[in-house]
Nanobody, 127 residues
Framework: QVQLVESGGGLVQPGGSLRLSCTASGFSLRYYAIGWFRQAPGKEREGVSCISLSSSTSNTLYADSMKGRFTTSRDNAKDTVYLQMNGLLPEDTAVYYC??????????????????WGQGTQVTVSS
């Protein structure tokens, strides 16, 4: 079965950190660009970050509010992509999704070109 699975979400206090993981079954992430997206209650889905297939780390972030706090990386040996989130804020509360883009490169914050999506993991930032 071909699927993406996110993990690592949870409840964290403001200022805390979480590391989300994206893994796959039925295919390998190493041949795809991987994007992270999030959707907060009552809001549209927004692009968070992307890492191309040739990169081990990425500082490509699609909102100024995330810069300096979020980092994307991949471990090809584990076939896993990570989203490290530090200094979390209540406004980071959302369901976070990873998605795979077969073209292999990143193309902005839109969902264009991503053909596989995970079910999402909930991140709640609250005291």
């Amino acid at each position: 079965q071909v699927q993406l699975v996110e993990s690592g979400g949870g409840l964290v206090q403001p200022g805390g950190s979480l590391r989300l993981s994206c893994t796959a079954s039925g295919f390998s992430l190493r041949y795809y660009a991987i994007g992270w997206f999030r959707q907060a209650p009552g809001k549209e889905r927004e692009g968070v970050s992307c890492i191309s297939l040739s990169s081990s780390t990425s500082n490509t972030l699609y909102a100024d509010s995330m810069k300096g706090r979020f980092t994307t990386s991949r471990d090809n040996a584990k076939d896993t992509v990570y989203l490290q989130m530090n200094g979390l804020l209540p406004e980071d509360t959302a369901v976070y999704y990873c998605a795979a883009r077969p073209a292999g490169w990143c193309l902005g914050p839109s969902a264009e070109g991503y053909n596989r999506w995970g079910q999402g993991t909930q991140v709640t930032v609250s005291s």
